[in-house]
């Protein structure tokens, strides 16, 4: 009898893990590309950092013609977590430090593909020359957009635990209060964490943590560093195609033959 009492309270502990709230499965494993970009510009410019608005074009045309549709980080949280749908071909476009060459670059070429974004802002330089302001990412939001953090003031955190609080907690509220939304989600500086940055940022409210990696699958157990693939500004279009897991056009669904009875 003891036994069995162990092996019940077992599966009490681990059964919820594997169902969202409402009772649905939840995967064990989901494949989304998440993109990761920093600038986009008018002119080439050397740098892993920038590339072309030409570029940026092609590969936003591209991604429409195989047939993806953009989600924010927030929306690919919500299938790991309660099991929501996706969409077919998912993918998560998301620029990191809040350049402003997003807004006037990046911003209007997605809008014209009816395209969503998901913007890391440090916090500090919000409002500052060269960087998003306050109007600007309202427009965005209003158009689907997600903001997450991106630290305070872009600190190394691994480094510099003593700061931990401010660099995650305060960016938040902040951002809460000027932007008057709630933000849920937080892209590590450098794509660096630990074990005690990844539980501040659980401990402080957001919902997910984003890092830099080579893959495009995402579990439960990826939360707290969720995968992104850097396009960098040398990129071909080739090399962009490396990215993703689906690169040709959908094939047409084939149509049902009436069998005549």
Do not use: C
Request: no cysteine.
């Amino acid at each position: 009898m003891k036994k069995l009492s162990i092996v019940f309270q077992t599966l009490v502990l681990i059964l919820p893990l594997f169902f969202s709230p409402s009772g649905q499965e939840l995967p064990d494993q989901i494949t989304v590309p998440i993109l990761l970009y920093h600038h986009v510009v008018a002119e080439n410019h050397s740098g892993r950092y920038y590339v072309s608005r030409e570029n940026f074009s092609a590969q936003m045309r591209s991604l429409k013609s195989w047939g993806y549709t953009t989600i924010t980080i927030k929306q690919l949280v919500s299938t790991l977590t309660k099991g929501s749908p996706l969409p077919d071909r998912p993918v998560v476009i998301t620029f990191d430090d809040g350049n402003l060459d997003v807004y006037e670059q990046a911003y209007p070429i997605m809008e014209k593909l009816s395209f969503i974004g998901s913007v890391y802002l440090v916090a500090n330089r919000l409002n500052t020359d060269g960087f998003l302001q306050k109007e600007q990412l309202e427009a965005m939001i209003a158009s689907g957009w997600e903001v997450g953090s991106h630290s305070m003031t872009h600190a190394d955190l691994v480094r510099n635990h003593a700061q931990v609080r401010r660099e995650i907690l305060q960016s938040r509220l902040d951002l809460n209060d000027l932007l008057g939304i709630e933000v849920e989600t937080f892209a590590y500086p450098f794509g660096l964490t630990d074990d005690y940055i990844s539980d501040k940022v659980q401990d402080y409210g957001y919902r997910a943590g984003l890092g830099v990696g080579t893959v495009s699958n995402h579990s439960l157990g990826t939360l707290y560093y969720l995968s992104r693939r850097e396009v960098q500004g040398e990129f071909e279009l080739d090399d962009f195609v490396r990215l993703l897991p689906w690169s040709k056009p959908r094939a047409p669904a084939t149509p049902k033959k009436n069998i005549p009875k």
